[in-house]
């Protein structure tokens, strides 16, 4: 029996109605929604409320309402524009795969989705070559993508077919059921053992193609939560976990900065030139292994959640990059002695 089209694919706006939780008390509408529909920017909301396409209880709301628990939001998501992305014959490294989801280990040097400058070559081109079809929640540019990952981190990401998984993988992600575990390798000797970060992040005030962790009023920013645990030591370098507890933009990396332990490899959040440390062949190898990154030394490597459809935990993991792997194995095999380790 043919399934039935959902509202989306027949291009019609979705009707949402959100009961307001306690926890939300006092929370601006434009804020509220933004943080329960993610694929929509703040400043989208914006133009929808003043537009009178918003309601609070029945009425009509301006963006800065101050919301109460129990008050229904009510507003219509747009009809998703048809996607002008050109499918492309891409390989991909598919981990898992079904009818309602598509786990993908995705390679550094991948951008996600399209963004101006960047039509070809992304993991939605390759997506839309290998998949019958995408979830359209996302919008034209980023059909089935439910999170994102640097172009230059490798790592896992799970894609949505349809629109029902979409918002149960999403659900999960806002929720934090859903488990993203990174592997960092960075610099410095940290002096904890496990740290859980918690400074909200926005974009940088003065410098607009980054992101930085903003703690003043003056700043919008959002709320990121980063949990560090120390893996492995290497003298001027340490192994880490990184668990999201949410997931704003260079997330991971910003964390890693602002506690001054930059991401090996990362050009942009590293504020100064770091030098190795030890013999001169060792700080040589070591050198040219950074240089074979071609980026930063973070991998998305363990993913876990709920399937949409039937509720079953999965979880996934995949193995580093190559390059990635032999900078460690050096480290561990090659870690000069220190004076106060020889006594």
């Known amino acids: 029996m043919p399934s039935v089209p959902t509202a989306a694919q027949r291009g019609e706006p979705i009707l949402r109605n959100i009961l307001v939780s306690p926890e939300y008390e006092g929370t601006r509408l434009d804020v509220f929604l933004a943080t329960h529909e993610v694929n929509v920017s703040r400043s989208a909301f914006e133009r929808l ?6 309601t609070v209880n029945g009425e009509i709301a301006r963006p800065a309402l101050k919301l109460k628990s129990g008050d229904v939001v009510s507003y219509e ?3 998703p524009e048809p996607s002008t992305v050109a499918p492309q014959d891409i390989p991909l490294d598919i981990v898992y795969e079904d009818e309602h989801l598509v786990v993908v280990n995705k390679p550094k040097g991948m951008v996600t989705h399209p963004a101006p400058g960047v039509r070809e070559g992304t993991l939605v081109n390759a997506l839309l070559a290998h998949c019958k079809g995408l979830s359209c929640v996302g919008g034209a540019e980023r059909p089935g993508i439910v999170h994102r990952l ?9 894609v949505a077919k349809n629109d029902a998984a979409h918002w149960s993988l999403q659900k999960q992600i806002q929720q934090r059921t859903a488990v993203r575990k990174y ?3 960075v610099w410095g000797e940290p002096k904890f053992e496990e740290l859980v970060v918690d400074a909200p992040i926005g974009r940088h005030p003065t410098d607009r193609t980054k992101m930085a962790v903003l703690e003043s009023p003056r700043y919008r920013s959002r709320m990121a939560v980063t949990n560090f645990k120390v893996l492995e030591r290497f003298g001027s ?3 880490v976990e990184a668990r999201l507890q949410t ?12 506690i001054h332990h930059p991401v090996v490899g990362d050009s942009v959040y590293s504020s100064k030139r770091r030098l190795v440390k030890g013999p001169k062949e060792f700080v040589s190898t070591v050198n040219q292994l950074i240089a074979d990154l071609k980026g930063q030394a973070l991998h998305a ?3 876990s959640f709920e399937h949409p459809q039937t509720g079953r935990r999965l979880e996934f993991t995949a193995p580093m990059p190559e390059e990635m792997q032999r900078l460690l194995d050096y480290l561990r095999s090659n870690l000069p002695v220190r004076a106060d380790q020889s006594q």
């Open 77 to 79: 998501v747009p009809p």
């Open 49 to 54: 409320i003043k537009s009178g396409h918003v």
């Open 150 to 158: 640097d172009k230059e981190t490798s790592g896992l990401i799970v």
């Open 183 to 185: 592997l960092a390798l």
């Open 247 to 258: 997931g704003r933009t260079h997330q991971v990396r910003v964390h890693c900065a602002y």
């Open 237 to 239: 370098f340490a192994l």
């Open 301 to 303: 490597y363990f993913l």
